[in-house]
């Protein structure tokens, strides 16, 4: 581990039990153990369950997660290796069940990796879910006093920040109410400003900030970005690909349990949005038979090919840009631009727009496309289609420093 290494995990794994652990009342585990004593079978066991995992599972040897197909337990994380450095923020990011909310528990201490080693120096403050290690009958204050003092604060330490940390979370005029009578913004609030502002070398926070309104949200954020620019560290979760790219310098992504891609924020999330979506138009009924991107010079070209079972005059082909976050770009649809009918109805056939002089800057952007005949749509399918853009016209062009995905034209007057 290395002097600026502030977290290290290496070959982390960890493994649940399935469904109930235990027969459910206090007798009846008291028999399997008398049975398991004497080397009686398990008296609870299921016809045709297997004795050895349902009975005997703390004498067995663990397997590796890549070995271990024990259908009674799974795998939430499997072989997951990172590190992070001083002063970095790290996105973590990935489909619900993906392993995150796990991860994170792992590395607050909360529970212990089943095999693998976790190194990390300095205090760590978590924030995993509204209200962590908040006490409901204790008042605000009590409550700042308590969890400074888990995470290792002195009362004089706790003390110097409290004026700063109740303006924070804007709760002065309940602060000497017991949380309890919080509502969850509020709840979610105070635990963030404590977790902040009473200088952890570590910040963990997790999609607990999807309980605050807008604006406090982005003062989160910014609060966050304080405390990467001090060079602590910060691991944020979330399913925001904007504030992860905002935020975050490095991300890993996680997949089923496993670290799927890890290095720079924009490939994370570039490797997340492909995941979720599907690289070709799957329509019921297959109206839809063919739809692609071709990039020709300055031109997008997008083409979908349809096959009706009956005629319509007007194929009317809806899209929609949006860039790797989800934000809309721009969109068009012939009936909004006036296009003129076909001289005849056709069942089938081919649409093909031609986009011109997109200025889209670098990055991958995804298609969200609807079909119908000018007075309904026959079928919709949201981030259906996705594309990378490379501005070869522009080499100097210099990724995340410009704001937005489009490069307006400006004629530019010096006086």
């Given at each position: ?17 399935l ?14 153990w ?13 016809i045709?369950?297997?004795?050895h ?6 004498h ?14 799974t ?12 002063g ?12 995150k ?46 969890n400074?003092a ?11 920040k409290?004026?700063e ?10 602060i ?12 979610v609030?105070?635990a ?22 807008a ?75 063919n ?10 070209v ?15 082909l ?23 009918r ?8 081919c649409?093909?727009v ?7 800057r ?31 016209d ?10 937005g ?11």
């Open positions: 581990m290395s002097n600026d290494t502030v977290i290290q995990v290496d070959s982390v794994s960890k493994r649940y039990r469904g109930v652990v235990g027969t459910g009342t206090l007798s009846h585990d008291l028999n399997r008398w049975a398991q004593l004497r080397g009686k079978p398990d008296p609870y066991l299921k045709g369950a297997n004795q995992s349902k009975f005997n599972i703390q067995s040897t663990l397997k590796s997660p890549a070995e271990d197909d024990d259908p009674d337990y795998w939430a994380l499997r072989d997951v290796s990172f590190e992070v450095k001083q970095e923020v790290l996105g973590i990011i990935g489909r619900n069940g993906a392993g909310s796990t991860l994170l528990k792992i590395l607050s201490r909360v529970t212990a990796p089943t095999t693998g080693e976790i190194r990390v120096k300095g205090r760590i403050a978590s924030l995993l879910e509204v209200g962590t290690g908040f006490h409901p009958e204790l008042t605000g204050k009590e409550n700042i006093f308590l400074g888990i995470l290792g604060m002195t009362k004089a330490e706790i003390r110097s409290l004026d940390i109740i303006a924070f979370a804007e709760v002065e005029k309940y000497d109410t017991p949380v309890k009578r919080y509502s969850s913004g509020m709840y609030r105070l963030f400003a404590v977790a902040a502002h009473l200088d952890p070398e570590i910040l963990i926070v997790d999609e607990v900030l999807a309980v605050g309104d604006e406090f949200q982005k003062k989160c954020l910014g609060k966050m970005q304080d405390v990467a620019g001090q060079g602590r560290t910060v691991l944020f979760v979330s399913h925001n690909m904007a504030a992860i790219r905002n935020l975050c310098n490095k991300a890993i992504l996680l997949q089923s349990g496993t670290v799927r891609v890890s290095g720079e924020a924009d490939d994370c999330i570039g490797a997340y949005m492909c995941t979720s979506r599907s690289n070709r138009v799957d329509f019921s009924g297959q109206l839809v038979k739809a692609q991107i071709i990039q020709e010079d300055n031109t997008m997008l083409r979908v090919q349809y096959s009706l079972p009956h005629p319509i005059a007007l194929p009317c809806g899209f929609l840009i949006t860039d790797t976050g989800g934000t809309p770009l721009f969109g068009a649809n012939p009936k909004e631009q006036g296009v003129g076909p001289a005849f109805p056709k069942s089938a056939g649409v093909c031609r986009i011109k002089s997109p200025k889209l670098s990055g991958r952007y995804g298609v969200s496309l609807w079909f119908g005949d000018g007075q309904k749509d026959f079928f919709t399918s949201p981030n259906c289609l996705q594309f990378e853009v490379v501005n070869i522009n080499p100097k062009e210099q990724p995340g420093r410009a704001v995905a489009v490069t307006p034209e400006c004629d530019w007057l010096f006086e």
